[in-house]
């Protein structure tokens, strides 16, 4: 059964061009679908487990927990000799307008490469 081309046929229905731009027109905020979740959410999901571990006697169960509070609560890791300082943001929730002025912004910067042509990887380093 060849489907190669349904995508493409359906795209092609009205139908489906107006309830596509309607789909879109109505972006879901992170916040708002089940799957998001706070390190404070996800504390509290972990206190919750802890206690019921604890009142139905399942030490490993209450140490894992603990375990996973502490986890979210640590400050992050050193990435180690080539901490430079930089900040690592995640632009998984950025819009295109965001993305297109970092693009702008940062595009020529990456194309361009080091200045001294070194190797800004790590790689190759030595040890």
Same mark, same amino acid.
């Given at each position: 059964?060849?489907?190669?081309?349904?995508?493409?046929?359906?795209?092609?229905?009205?139908?489906?061009?107006?309830?596509?731009?309607?789909?879109?027109?109505?972006?879901? $905020?992170?916040?708002?679908?089940?799957?998001?979740?706070?390190?404070?959410?996800?504390?509290?999901?972990?206190?919750?487990?802890?206690?019921?571990?604890?009142?139905?006697?399942?030490?490993?169960?209450?140490?894992?927990?603990?375990?996973?509070?502490?986890?979210?609560?640590?400050?992050?890791?050193?990435?180690?000799?080539?901490?430079?300082?930089?900040?690592?943001?995640?632009?998984?929730?950025?819009?295109?307008?965001?993305?297109?002025?970092?693009?702008?912004?940062?595009?020529?910067?990456?194309? $361009?490469?080091?200045?001294?042509?070194?190797?800004?990887?790590?790689?190759?380093?030595?040890?």
């Amino acid at each position: 059964m060849d489907h190669a081309g349904n995508a493409a046929k359906l795209r092609g229905s009205s139908a489906i061009e107006v309830r596509l731009r309607e789909l879109q027109s109505h972006p879901v $905020a992170a916040a708002d679908t089940p799957a998001a979740a706070t390190v404070e959410s996800l504390l509290a999901e972990l206190e919750l487990a802890r206690l019921k571990a604890m009142k139905e006697g399942q030490t490993s169960a209450a140490i894992s927990a603990i375990m996973g509070k502490a986890k979210l609560q640590e400050p992050p890791k050193s990435t180690g000799a080539h901490d430079d300082g930089l900040q690592i943001f995640d632009l998984s929730h950025a819009t295109d307008a965001q993305l297109a002025t970092l693009e702008a912004i940062f595009g020529p910067l990456a194309a $361009a490469g080091p200045a001294d042509g070194g190797d800004r990887g790590g790689e190759g380093t030595q040890g």
